[in-house]
């Protein structure tokens, strides 16, 4: 059974700094590409970070220099530093893992998904 699990989240003031872990279990981790999405309430879940098999990254717009995705391969885990945290980054933050890696962007392109981490920033 594979299993995604965050954590990291919590409340942080704007300029502040957090870092999102999620550890995968029931899963050729190493094979998989990572993704983290956002959901903010009344809006669409969004893309953030994503990281191939190859370790190859990918970043929406808004992540650019902000936000690092990283894999610890041998700790089945991968992790998202977020710097500079504004208030629109308030969302619940959701790892998922697809096998192929071929469209990272694409939500429906992820098989597994972790249930989330609560990340308020405050003004």
């Known amino acids: 059974q594979v299993q995604l699990v965050e954590s990291g989240g919590g409340l942080v003031q704007a300029g502040g700094s957090l870092r999102l872990s999620c550890a995968a279990s029931g899963l050729a981790f190493s094979r998989y590409a990572m993704g983290w999405f956002r959901q903010a309430p009344g809006k669409e879940r969004e893309f953030v970070a994503g990281?191939?098999?190859?370790?190859?990254?990918y970043y929406v717009d808004f992540a650019k220099g902000r936000f690092t995705i990283s894999r610890d391969n041998d700790k089945l885990t991968v992790s998202l530093q977020m710097n500079s945290l504004k208030p629109e980054d308030s969302a619940i933050y959701s790892c998922a893992a697809d096998i192929f890696g071929l469209d990272l962007l694409n939500a429906n392109a992820y098989r597994h998904w972790g249930q989330g981490t609560q990340v308020t920033v405050s003004s």
């Open positions: 990281i191939r098999a190859n370790f190859e990254t």
